[in-house]
């Protein structure tokens, strides 16, 4: 499981070091691909064949279903570690994710997920005030916390 908030910069060469902790656990070969609010998602190769198979049974006649794989599977990549712990990221997703030098990495129990730090400020900025109500709403009132 991905867990913890780690920070990093992105050289000139879009690389970026991935915490050690979370090496293991994506293997030789991971994917990266864009995420939603501007982020990007990281997934083991298990992982991510796991959600391609479910886009697979989504109806192609849905626009949204259409709208959703393109967007999730066209900015994929597969990506591996060079000898520091760096990845190389694809000035698509860099530009997707607006990710200038500064960077948050994130577990999110079954992927990772990049921000540029400004991007992940304002997230976090806006929600932590929320994270009650989305609680409530999310939990059965069975489940501790």
Same mark, same amino acid.
């Given at each position: ?15 970026? #070091?991935?915490?050690? @902790? ?8 991971? #994917? ?12 083991? @190769? ?11 049974? $989504?109806?192609?006649?849905? @626009? ?8 999730? $599977?066209?900015? *994929?990549?597969? *990506? ?7 990845? &190389? ?26 921000? !540029?730090?400004?991007?992940? &400020?304002?997230?976090?900025? /806006? *929600?932590?005030? &929320?994270? /009650? ?8 009132? !069975?489940?501790? $916390?």
């Amino acid at each position: 499981m991905f867990m913890g908030e780690y920070h990093h910069s992105i050289d000139d060469k879009g690389r970026l #070091i991935i915490p050690s @902790k979370f090496r293991k656990d994506l293997g030789n070969e991971f #994917i990266v691909t864009r995420g939603i609010e501007h982020c990007l998602f990281v997934y083991p @190769k298990d992982s991510f064949e796991r959600i391609v198979n479910k886009l697979e049974t $989504l109806p192609f006649t849905k @626009k949204d279903a259409r709208n959703f794989t393109r967007f999730f $599977l066209s900015g *994929a990549t597969v *990506a591996e570690f060079d000898k520091q712990g760096r990845i &190389n990221i694809t000035s698509p997703l860099i530009s997707y994710a607006d990710i200038n030098k500064d960077c948050v990495v994130i577990g999110t129990g079954d992927r990772l997920e990049i921000w !540029s730090l400004d991007s992940w &400020n304002t997230y976090f900025d /806006s *929600a932590k005030d &929320n994270m /009650s109500d989305i609680a409530e709403n999310l939990f059965n009132e !069975s489940v501790d $916390l």
